[in-house]
């Protein structure tokens, strides 16, 4: 009887100082673990592949890239001007996935191509041409603007100087020519750090009577 009683009383007694400290351990092992769980969750979501800035490469169509920013160029041009950008068939048909700062590079191609515009006379013409050679694919700017004697100048535009900038900072370059009255040729070369590849659904080929594409 007495033993029973005991064990009842000893429902009600307080927890040993053992126990006691047994009892935070556990819980702060418990909070611990969920703690690290929410520091993990929140740096997966930090991390998101999802998200792009003008600093992240990403692998990118160099074709795509120049069409879009030729459409953004034409639509800047006023209203009953003459002046035209074209891209030529070689633009069409080249297939190359570079890994790029696509951001930067739309930018830096926006510009050159805005400073070519302006340069040319009401019926001034910008056509682009790409070709592809060892390591290395080429995107050529050509206009019939004034013309520069000397190539110091073209570098020293912004345009020209970003896209310098940009291009080292890749492993490319940047090639300049210019004649006074017959206009100026801005060469920005890629290395090709990635397999050619043709874009599904896409041959490749050209029109040998058709110089430019619209």
Not at 37 to 51: H, K
Not at 57 to 63: A, D, E, H, M, P
Not at 109 to 131: P, Q, W
């Amino acid at each position: 009887m007495i033993s029973r009683l005991k064990k009842f009383i000893s429902r009600f007694t307080a927890p040993s100082k053992d126990q006691l400290l047994q009892i935070q351990k556990g819980n702060s092992s418990q909070n611990l673990h969920q703690t690290q769980n929410s520091l993990d969750a929140s740096s997966v979501g930090a991390t998101s592949p999802s998200v792009m800035t003008e600093d992240s490469f990403q692998l990118c169509s160099l074709r795509d890239l120049i069409r879009e920013v030729v459409q953004e160029t034409r639509s800047m041009i006023a209203g009953g001007s003459q002046k035209r950008v074209e891209m030529d068939t070689s633009v069409q048909d080249v297939h190359v996935l570079l890994k790029m700062q696509r951001p930067r590079l739309k930018k830096v191609l926006g510009s050159l191509l805005e400073n070519s515009v302006k340069s040319m006379g009401e019926n001034g013409m910008l056509i682009i041409r790409v070709a592809k050679s060892e390591g290395f694919v080429a995107v050529h700017l050509l206009d019939n603007g004034k013309g520069y004697a000397d190539l110091g100048e073209v570098r020293a535009l912004p345009s020209v100087a970003q896209a310098q900038a940009l291009l080292t900072s890749w492993s490319g370059d940047v090639v300049v020519a210019s004649a006074v009255g017959k206009g100026t040729k801005v060469t920005l070369k890629f290395p090709v750090k990635t397999p050619v590849k043709p874009v599904s659904g896409q041959k490749s080929g050209t029109n040998a009577g058709q110089n430019a594409r619209t």
